[in-house]
């Protein structure tokens, strides 16, 4: 029989033992429920982007009162049955070309196993990537704000649709997997009409993006002149309108996956955004550069070092983080021809039926200049995904003169 | 001596007080750039519009002594608001009206204030006739128009605009719709000084499917027809040509209207283009455009029976039938990373007058245009953004020429071809704040045109622009320019927008 004395030594162990059990359990793991800012943000350093760790840390660098997120319970993505079916089909044909485009990819998940010791695995990656499923169609509304940190002011906001039509690779919508009609080496096209600001109201925008180893095409409205132009795929490192982004940059990294060198470094656990902003819109605060309050996931993340191989090209180095569930590209640190940093562009997703990913938004900050761009999903307006009214010809330059005033 | 450092003096203290104005207004202008423009009715209808400054300093004597260096040669207000209503999914009504109030005259009364009774405001006409009358309202309301859509057809028809080809500022397929030149000739954005047109535009969608995107358009303008639009006597931008000694004042302007077809649909111009996708992604677009000129000639033996009649206006001038057959195209050229884009047209019968504007010829033109547009990085003059590139080579042939004909063209070069070529560079810097670009343009019967802008853009509603034109040529009588050589000036703009 015990004494008492002991009894009550050990019952004050127990009691010890399961008031830390839960920091031994998770400690430096995000807690789901709990809201991170730089009162806590070093706990779970290790699973926050290095860039978004240190705008956290110090939250008057990008001017932010509250510079915060909340992580909320993990909920494993899991790809559409049709996705599933397709990336088993046609997975095993694609195969990778001297000059690192894919060839006999057909729909699916290109490259769905990924051994980490493989030399190849970075490129794998960026072609998952390149190739995600964001649904056979979808449309959305995004506002886009321009912020100066400097002069704590923001220089302009810009409102516009996106549209994407996706003609190879379809898995839900007739025809699949090819569209047809003679668009065999046309991947995708993006259009996109401005209502904001004024002086851009009406102008139209299509983009057209090929298979590897052809040009983007595009075409604008242009108001001013009341006809359509072409443009020259020139711009794809050209800063769009007064913002912070090429148009690689959209969604991350939108440019061609064989032009660039790829290494993976490696693969954890880290705080990803996926956010519904109807349930819970990020805020926008005038002067800063980049929008707090978001809900995170913990998932496991790859880590690729991307080196363009264009000795021109604005960036000498890219490193992405790429969500291991969905392969969508979440996060980029940029860095400039002479290896300073230049911008942090991060992207949050959330799941819509169909399980496609639709992007919330989209952060571009540029640590040189203390400026950044948000465009944020506008959740008062519809979302259209695998949807019979986003019709072809929405996607044909004279959609753009239709639409004309 | 004296009175020139005197004249460039007036220029220098005038510009000076306009930039500090302008200053004042950068300084003034704070806050965030939240313009939206305004939505009504659930939605239903959308408003936007702006104000605008437009002021302008001549940096040269008139050509018939209007105006010295330094005065005004503009100082133009413009209310312009547009409205989008949407009755249903696929109809649509939208109107652009415009009021603008010239200045200058009041501003200075040393300036020659003859033209004023007519080109003072856009009421003018109505005030001068006393009474809101329908020339009034036609320049009030600038374009009115219902959109209709139903599957692969949109039709629009009402006051509008048509604009079609490759060219920037040429007239070749851009023909629809004639040029308002009184108030500031052709160095406004042509979406400015284009007349609306009433008109029928009717556009098809072939459903051949995605690759060749072909389409139609018909264009139907039942008797609706305008003449370009010049200025009077008295106002700056006059054609010196037009202006007679001893003859009546105006009498060359005001028979542009007396000479003008009937609103009849006899009178109707009607115009058809098709175009598509070929050849891998070449755009290629044909046309046809049976209409009349929109520039008058001068009739045959016009002066006799004019003096017979005691200068009868009707008597002056005709406006004749041409049909011209052209097309256009433009392709993207991945390895130089350039637009190539090219246009050309035949006339049909394009009448011109002799040198002694006493005979009519018919005559059949050809001319072409082709161009390049290329975004190039600069990088030590722009990190970040590049310098647009736009060149444009435009020649025009008249056919069936005889030098005996003594032929009056255009650039009164006498000559059976004329050669013009443009190039344009602009970029942005400071997030595209601010946006400076040189407009270069040479016509090789010696004369010339120099553009240098920028744009400073604060917030969305906010522009602040500042720019020169210099005009050069050896007499006032050729080419395009020639008549306005006189007329360099700085100008100055401050745009809200809404």
């Keep these: 029989m015990l004494h008492k004395k002991s009894l009550y030594i050990l019952s004050g162990i127990c009691l010890s033992f399961f008031a830390v059990l839960p920091n031994i359990l998770w400690s430096g793991e995000p807690v789901p429920g709990v809201t991170y800012n730089n009162s806590n943000i070093e706990e779970i350093k290790d699973y926050v982007y290095p860039t978004l760790y240190q705008g956290i840390k110090n939250p008057t660098m990008w001017n932010i009162d509250k510079f915060e997120f909340t992580v909320a319970p993990h909920v494993k993505y899991e790809f559409p049955k049709e996705w599933i079916e397709a990336t088993e089909k046609h997975s095993k ?70 549209n994407r039509f996706i003609f190879n690779g379809r898995i839900l919508m007739d025809p699949k997997p090819h569209f047809g009609e003679g668009t065999d080496d046309l991947a995708y096209a993006d259009y996109c009409y401005w209502f904001e600001p004024p002086d851009i109201k009406h102008m139209g925008y299509l983009l057209y993006v090929y298979m590897p180893k052809k040009d983007d095409e595009q075409w604008a409205y242009i108001p001013a002149m009341r006809r359509v132009r072409r443009l020259s795929g020139a711009q794809r490192t050209d800063v769009l309108h007064g913002t912070d982004q090429f148009l690689d940059d959209s969604r991350v990294y939108s440019g061609h996956v064989a032009r660039n060198s790829y290494k993976l470094i490696g693969k954890k656990k880290m705080c990803v955004e996926r956010l519904d902003p109807r349930q819970h819109p990020p805020y926008v605060g005038i002067g800063n550069i980049f929008t707090t309050g978001e809900l995170r996931q913990v998932v496991d993340v790859y880590i690729v070092e991307n080196t363009p191989k264009d000795p021109n090209y604005p960036y000498s180095k890219l490193i992405w983080y790429i969500d291991g569930e969905n392969f969508i590209l979440t996060a980029s640190e940029t860095y400039d021809r002479k290896g300073a940093q230049w911008k942090y562009i991060e992207s949050g997703y959330f799941t819509i039926p169909h399980q496609v990913s639709i992007q919330s938004k989209l952060n571009t900050c540029d640590l040189q200049r203390l400026h950044g761009t948000q465009i944020v999903m506008d959740p008062n307006k519809p979302i259209l995904e695998n949807s019979p009214e986003i019709k072809v010809d929405r996607f044909k330059p004279s959609f753009l003169l239709k639409r004309a005033r | 001596m004296k009175r020139k450092n005197m004249k460039r003096k007036r220029i220098i203290k005038l510009s000076f007080i306009i930039i500090v104005i302008n200053i004042f207004f950068f300084m003034v202008v704070r806050g965030n750039a939240n313009a939206r423009h305004i939505e009504l009715l659930e939605g239903k209808l959308s408003l936007t519009g702006f104000l605008k400054n437009q002021t302008t300093i001549r940096t040269t004597d008139h050509t018939l002594d209007y105006a010295d260096a330094g005065q005004l040669q503009m100082f133009r207000n413009t209310l312009q608001m547009e409205q989008d209503y949407k009755f249903c999914e696929g109809f649509h009504l939208y109107a652009i009206e415009r009021m603008w109030y010239e200045g200058m005259w009041d501003l200075d009364h040393s300036l020659d204030q003859r033209a004023q009774n007519e080109m003072k405001s856009s009421f003018s006409k109505g005030l001068y006739n006393k009474g809101f009358t329908k020339s009034s309202f036609d320049e009030f309301m600038r374009e009115l128009y219902f959109i209709i859509d139903y599957k692969d057809l949109q039709l629009r028809i009402g006051k509008q605009q048509v604009v079609w080809g490759e060219s920037d500022g040429l007239r070749m397929s851009d023909i629809i719709n004639p040029l308002d030149m009184s108030w500031h000739y052709i160095f406004e954005n042509w979406e400015d000084i284009r007349i609306p047109l009433w008109m029928m535009n009717l556009k098809y969608n072939f459903p051949f499917g995605m690759g060749q995107n072909l389409r139609g358009e018909l264009v139907w303008i039942p008797g609706d027809f305008r003449h370009s639009i010049f200025a009077k006597e008295g106002a700056p931008w006059v054609i010196p040509g037009f202006v007679v000694p001893g003859l009546p004042e105006n009498l060359f302007i005001t028979s542009l209207d007396s000479s003008k077809p009937s609103r009849q649909l006899r009178n109707s111009e009607i115009g058809f283009r098709l175009q598509g996708f070929f050849f891998n992604n070449l755009d290629l677009a044909l046309f046809v455009f049976y209409s009349r000129q929109d520039g008058p000639v001068f009739k045959e033996d016009w002066l006799i029976r004019a003096i017979n009649s005691g200068f009868r206006p009707t008597d002056i001038y005709d406006f004749l039938w041409t049909t011209k057959i052209g097309g256009s195209l433009n392709f993207y050229e991945p390895r130089t990373k350039v637009v190539y884009r090219a246009e050309w047209a035949f006339t049909n019968k394009e009448p011109y007058n002799d040198i002694f504007l006493s005979k009519l010829y018919k005559r059949n033109t050809f001319a072409y245009m082709i161009g390049f547009d290329r975004p190039t990085f600069i990088k030590p003059l722009n990190e970040n953004k590049t310098f647009f590139l736009s060149g444009q080579l435009f020649q025009k042939y008249i056919l069936g020429w005889h030098d005996s004909d003594n032929i009056n063209t255009p650039d009164q070069t006498r000559d059976r071809y004329s050669l013009l070529v443009s190039f344009f560079i602009s970029t942005e810097y400071y997030q595209d704040t601010i946006a400076p670009q040189i407009f270069l343009f040479y016509d090789f019967s010696n004369n010339g045109w120099v553009n240098p802008q920028i744009k400073y853009n604060p917030t969305p509603s906010w522009i602040f622009t500042m720019g020169a034109h210099f005009i050069f040529s050896h007499n006032n009588i050729d080419g395009y320019l020639g008549p306005v050589r006189k007329d360099d000036e700085v100008y100055f703009e401050v745009k809200y927008q809404f």
């Design chain 1, 93 to 162: 044909d694609v195969v990778i070309d001297k000059d690192d485009s894919i060839s006999n990819w057909t729909a699916g998940t290109p490259f769905p196993n990924i051994d980490i010791n493989d030399p190849q695995a970075g490129l794998k990656l960026a072609w998952n990537n390149d190739k995600k499923w964001v649904g056979d169609n979808h449309m959305n509304y995004y506002f886009w704000y321009s912020m100066d940190r400097r002069r704590e002011r923001q220089d302009h906001l810009v409102y516009s649709d996106w």
